[in-house]
C-alpha cells in the first residue's frame, strides 16, 4: 500500500487497463462459460444493495425477506411450495451445503460416523472439495455409453455407510440430465438423501419445458429429492455471486445450526457468516423483469443456437459428442486432437474449453453468444481443414 492517498482519476485508470486484459462476454469470444453478462437491471439493483449483510439477517430484515421469497419462487419452479435454502455464493458453496446437510442428518438419525457419497464421473469438481471437506469418501458411479449416470452401477455402490446420492440434471461438460427419476426411487426406498445439481440446468429446464420441450421430471415433484442446486449467475443471468441451494425440509437446514450467539438470529446454518443480500435482490429483481415468459423466451433461443451450431458442425465434417439436451455442445474432428484443434481455435481468437470426459472441445451456447459469432466461427471452423 502507498504511503499518500492517491486521486480517483490514477487509480480508475490504473484499473480500466487492467480491465483491459480481461475477456469481454459481449465479444461473443467466451465459448465455454456458463457465466454470462449480467443484466443491466439486475446490476443497478445490485448495487443498492452492497452494503446489506444476510449473516445478522435482524437487522436486514427487507433483505431477508426478499431472499425468502427468492427462495420460495425457485421452489415453485421446482415444483415445491414450502421450500427453504438459500441464496449462496454459487454452485459450489450450494453442493457443499447439500452434502453437509446430508453427512449431518445420516450422523444424527443414523450413526454414520464415516461416510461416502456416491456421485457420477461427471459430477463438477465441487464434490470433490465438498467431501474432502466433510471428511467423506466419495464412490463414483459409472456412466453408460450415452455419458449418463448409470443406474446399476450405483445400485451397487450403495452400503451402509451412504450419506448421499448425487445426480446432476445439466452435466457441467456436455449438459446432459441423468436417470433422476429412477434414482430417486433407489434413494427413497433405501432411506438415503438424494441431491440434484441443477446448477447450470434448473433455470433452464423448467423454462424449455413449458415451451413445449421433452423433458424427464427432475425436481420436487420425485419424492426421493432432498435437495436442489440451481444458480441464478449461470442461466438465471444475475450478477455472479449468486448460487442456490432449495431443501425440501426444515430439518436439513436444522443439522447444520450452530449457535451464533451474538447475532440477531439464535442459529446460523449457511457456511458462510457474513453475506452479500446484493446477490438476493439482484436476483428477486431479473425473475420479476423476466417472468416466465422472458426465460422462455431466453432459453428456446439459446436452443436455437445450440441446434444451429450442432447441424452446421454435422454439415462440415466434425464430430458431435451427442445430441445437445440442453444448450452445450462438445465435439471433435476426426482427423485432428482435441488440443491441436483447441489451439487452432485459440489462435483464430475463439476462447474455448476441453472436456475431459470424453475428451471434446466444449461450447456452452450463453446469452452473449449471438447467431453472428457462430458464423464466424463456423467458418474459422471450415478453414481450420
Ligand atoms: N455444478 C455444476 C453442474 C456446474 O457446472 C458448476 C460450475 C458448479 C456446480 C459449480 O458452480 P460455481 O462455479 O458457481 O461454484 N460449472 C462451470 C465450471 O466450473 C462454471 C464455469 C463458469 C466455468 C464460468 C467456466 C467459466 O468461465 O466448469
Not at 55 to 78: A, R
Not at 240 to 253: D, H, M, S, T, W
Not at 354 to 366: F, H, N, Q, Y
Amino acid at each position: 500500500m502507498d504511503d499518500k492517498p492517491i486521486s480517483k482519476h490514477d487509480i480508475l485508470k490504473e484499473l480500466d487497463e487492467l480491465h483491459q486484459l480481461d475477456y469481454d462476454y459481449a465479444d461473443g469470444r467466451i465459448l465455454g462459460s456458463m457465466c454470462t453478462q449480467a443484466h443491466p437491471f439486475a446490476k443497478e439493483v445490485y448495487c443498492k444493495f452492497l452494503d446489506t449483510n444476510l449473516g445478522d439477517p435482524g437487522l436486514f430484515k427487507g433483505t431477508k425477506f426478499i431472499e425468502n421469497q427468492v427462495i420460495k419462487s425457485i421452489g415453485e419452479l421446482l415444483s415445491l411450495n414450502e421450500p427453504y435454502g438459500n441464496i449462496v455464493t454459487g454452485g459450489t458453496e450450494a453442493n457443499i451445503m447439500a452434502v453437509r446437510a446430508a453427512r449431518n442428518h445420516a450422523r444424527k438419525y443414523k450413526g454414520i460416523v464415516d461416510g461416502e457419497i456416491i456421485i457420477p464421473d461427471s459430477a463438477h469438481f465441487s464434490f470433490k472439495k465438498a467431501a474432502d471437506m466433510l471428511n467423506l469418501k466419495i464412490v463414483e458411479a459409472k456412466l453408460d455409453n450415452n455419458y449418463k449416470i448409470d443406474v446399476e452401477s450405483v445400485r451397487n455402490a450403495i452400503s451402509d455407510k451412504t450419506v448421499a446420492i448425487v445426480a446432476i440434471a445439466g452435466t457441467t461438460e456436455l449438459g446432459l440430465i441423468d436417470p433422476i427419476e429412477e434414482l430417486s426411487e433407489i434413494a427413497f426406498k433405501n432411506n438415503i438423501y438424494f441431491h440434484v445439481d441443477a446448477a447450470f440446468g434448473g433455470f433452464s429446464i423448467p423454462f424449455l419445458k413449458r415451451a413445449g420441450f421433452d423433458f424427464p421430471v427432475f425436481d420436487f415433484s420425485l419424492r426421493g429429492v432432498c435437495s436442489i442446486t440451481v444458480d441464478p449467475h449461470k442461466m438465471g443471468l444475475a450478477p455472479i455471486p449468486a448460487g442456490g441451494i432449495i431443501f425440501r425440509k426444515q430439518e436439513y437446514l436444522d443439522v447444520m445450526a450452530v449457535d451464533s450467539p451474538y447475532l440477531t438470529i439464535k442459529t446460523q446454518s449457511t457456511i458462510v457468516g457474513t453475506r452479500l443480500g446484493a446477490s438476493s435482490a439482484a436476483t428477486y429483481a431479473i425473475m420479476k423483469y423476466f417472468g416466465k415468459e422472458g426465460y422462455t423466451e431466453i432459453a428456446k433461443n439459446l436452443m436455437d443456437n445450440t441446434n444451429y451450431l450442432y447441424d452446421n458442425l454435422i454439415d462440415i465434417g466434425y464430430e458431435v459428442i451427442c445430441k445437445p439436451e440442453l444448450n452445450i455442445v462438445a465435439f471433435n474432428h476426426p482427423d485432428m486432437e482435441t488440443n491441436e484443434l483447441a489451439d487452432k481455435l485459440s489462435q483464430y481468437n475463439w476462447n474455448v474449453s476441453v472436456s475431459k470426459c470424453p475428451v471434446a472441445i466444449r461450447i456452452v451456447l450463453m446469452n452473449h453468444i449471438k447467431k453472428s459469432n457462430l458464423k464466424e466461427l463456423i467458418e474459422d471452423l471450415k478453414e481450420i481443414f
